[in-house]
């Protein structure tokens, strides 16, 4: 007979059998925050193969994510601006191109936390912002 905890542990356990999650375990232990770009690049794996490890280690709440979702908070907002998503656009495909790096990763995620935050509480205080019609 199983109890939630022998289950867990058994997840816990499986989830730590496999050596490359141990070194992103060990590299996010050291180093703290970074990216699954990021991470591939230290590590002998594909980003794709990253982002699977990190979701299991999630599941058995050895890590945590964050996803900041501009784009969500202008449709959710009914805000359209052709720019604005223009800009953010390219700061995506630019971060998911180049070769990661925490010291530009961290303040741009911020960035945009921020101008998300700012867009939900002000959003007229935002240039080029336009409600829908």
Same mark, same amino acid.
């Given at each position: 007979?199983?109890?939630?905890?022998?289950?867990?542990?058994?997840?816990?356990?499986?989830?730590?059998?496999?050596?490359?999650?141990?070194?992103?375990?060990?590299?996010?232990?050291?180093?703290?925050?970074?990216?699954?770009?990021?991470?591939?690049?230290?590590?002998?794996?594909?980003?794709?193969? =990253?982002? /699977?490890? #990190?979701?299991?280690?999630?599941?058995?709440?050895? *890590?945590?994510? $964050?996803? +900041?979702?501009?784009? %969500?908070?202008?449709?959710?907002?009914?805000?359209?601006?052709?720019?604005?998503?223009?800009?953010?656009?390219?700061?995506? =495909?630019? /971060?998911? #191109?180049?070769?990661?790096?925490?010291?530009?990763? *961290?303040?741009? $995620?911020? +960035?945009?936390?921020? %101008?998300?935050?700012?867009?939900?509480?002000?959003?007229?205080?935002?240039?080029?912002?336009?409600?829908?019609?």
């Amino acid at each position: 007979m199983t109890t939630p905890l022998l289950d867990h542990a058994d997840e816990l356990l499986a989830a730590l059998a496999e050596p490359n999650r141990r070194l992103l375990l060990e590299r996010l232990g050291t180093h703290g925050v970074a990216t699954a770009t990021t991470l591939a690049a230290e590590l002998p794996v594909t980003r794709q193969a =990253v982002t /699977q490890h #990190l979701a299991v280690l999630e599941s058995v709440s050895l *890590v945590s994510s $964050a996803r +900041a979702g501009l784009m %969500l908070i202008l449709v959710a907002l009914s805000v359209m601006s052709i720019a604005w998503m223009a800009i953010i656009a390219v700061l995506v =495909v630019a /971060q998911k #191109l180049l070769p990661g790096k925490a010291a530009l990763d *961290v303040p741009l $995620a911020l +960035a945009i936390v921020g %101008l998300g935050v700012l867009i939900i509480i002000a959003p007229t205080s935002v240039p080029g912002l336009m409600p829908s019609m």
